[in-house]
């Protein structure tokens, strides 16, 4: 990938987006202890909270990705990042729980795009060869954003209090709007990209079939399944990760603000490494071991599936340092698992309907994320966190064999 490439600054801008989606939606997590103190809000109310989130971000997934299909990424993205700003800066107006889960809710239905609409860029810009490292590198902007919106949000917080911090991290989303505004355009209409590097970019993108690209033709499709069921047994751990670590360390490790502010990063910056590494092992694996381009992915999915291990023993620990230390490891593994997930997905469906298909991909995922946090919601405070981490370690391995069951029909696809 040539750095200097207008494909490359594209991604970087794509990054950008998602990092500030990233520090708007994982301020709540940093801020939960203080707010549940504030608003008199308990652990099943708090999971309500997430929930609405998770709920109306299921929902809307698809619906984000069919836009931004239709309408195409310049106006699409630009749009959502205005409603998901103005979304988080309401959360200063909350009262208890259900307006504070109404606005979570609303905030769902605004971010919902991020993804899909990164890996529409993607499949727009970049050659199938480096599908792979672009998404680790957007991939990343999710974790660099979950790393920097602890500390955003609890410096805010103590300086001019929680709602402060829900309008500070809220509010540059609204700069990155208009920016992507002004920036953003195809390959084939941009101003920026040289005649050389557009050829260079439509050579590299094998044609995928394009048959019916209804929402009802891609459900029913064996390869979307195969993708769907790992990201869906995947997402509780980015779930966990992003909701319910900073709770965690209050409840069960006795950390104030400050202690999370200066260690629940850590898991995401672990990540940021997996979702960049993870990106590199597919084109290596076919480089250096003569896989596939669909083998490729699914081994390195199976090498963070393995790695998932390391959160599901966090029970197991008595240092809060130690399971932070697990915690990083399964960050690392589970952002690989996305990236090369995520890339399938740009892999197997035809560019102008890859934010669509990936929405339906995404929805199968937060579904999971979502029954996940409702369960943790109902039982850790009578069992603890120890046997909810322990799933974790158990369910990305169950998507590794579901994938590498169904592997013939990713390759089918991209025949």
Known sequence: MNWRSARVRILLLVMVGTILNYVARNSLGALAPQLKTDLQITTEQYSYVVGAFQLAYTLMQPIGGLLIDRIGLTAGFALFAVAWSLANMAHGFA????????????????????????????????????????????????????????????????????????????????????????????????????????????????PVPTQDTSMRAIVSAPRFWAIAVPRFLAEPAWQTFSFWVPLYFAKERGWDLTEIALFAWVPFLAADAGGILGGYLAPWLQRWRGLSLEGSRIAGIWIGAVLMIAPGCVGLVASPYAAIALLGIGGFAHQAISVLINTLSADVFPKNHIAKANGLVGMCGWTGGLLFSLLIGQFADTIGFAPLFACLGVFDLLGAIWLLALRRHLAVAKA
């Not at 919902?112 to 050659?127: C, N, Q």
């Not at 998404?135 to 001019?160: E, H, Q, R, Y």
């Open 95 to 206: 009262r208890g729980w259900l307006s504070l889960a109404a606005f979570r809710g609303l905030l769902g239905m605004a971010e919902a795009v991020v993804i899909p609409a990164g890996m529409k860029t993607i499949g727009e810009w970049f050659p199938d060869r480096e599908r792979s490292v672009a998404t680790g590198w957007f991939n990343a902007g999710t974790a660099f954003g979950a790393v920097i919106a602890p500390v955003i949000a609890a410096l805010v917080a103590k300086t001019w209090g929680w709602q402060a911090a829900f309008v500070v991290t809220g509010g540059m989303g609204l700069i990155f709007a208009a920016v992507w505004y002004r920036t953003y355009r195809s390959p084939e209409v941009a101003s920026f990209v040289s005649p050389e590097e557009l050829a260079e970019i439509q050579a590299g993108q094998r």
